[in-house]
């Protein structure tokens, strides 16, 4: 069963730059899109980015377009999202996940499957 690991979360200040990487064991999603999706607290869980298989589309949620990249590695069964220009209203639990087979571009969480365990980007001053 695949299983998906989020890292590089921390508390940073307001204007600076965050990376993120999801790992992937146990399974690949060469054939999957993927995606970042994140949860503050009292709010539903929202879309931030998505991928499509083979990196040939990416879509972004408008209030990250612009400041937030994501990108895969299918050959090290990576994903990452690279966050720049960080606001406080970004602060929230971030997760990876792999779309559900045959889903495509789609920004609704019940189209993916194995979400991680989560990473918290805080962003104070």
């Known amino acids: 069963q695949l299983q998906l690991e989020e890292s590089g979360g921390g508390l940073v200040q307001p204007g600076t730059s965050l990376k993120l990487s999801c790992s992937a064991s146990?399974?690949?999603?060469?054939?999957?899109?993927m995606g970042w999706f994140r949860q503050a607290p009292g709010k539903e869980r929202e879309f931030v980015a998505g991928i499509s298989w083979q990196s040939t589309t990416t879509i972004y949620a408008d209030s990250v377009k612009g400041r937030f990249t994501i990108a895969r590695d299918d050959d090290k069964n990576t994903l990452s999202i690279q966050m720049n220009r960080l606001k406080p209203e970004d602060t929230a639990v971030y997760y990876c996940t792999r779309s559900r087979p045959g889903v495509r571009l789609s920004t609704l969480a019940g189209d993916f499957e194995h979400w991680g365990q989560g990473t918290q980007v805080t962003v104070s001053s």
């Open positions: 146990g399974g690949t999603f060469r054939l999957n899109d």
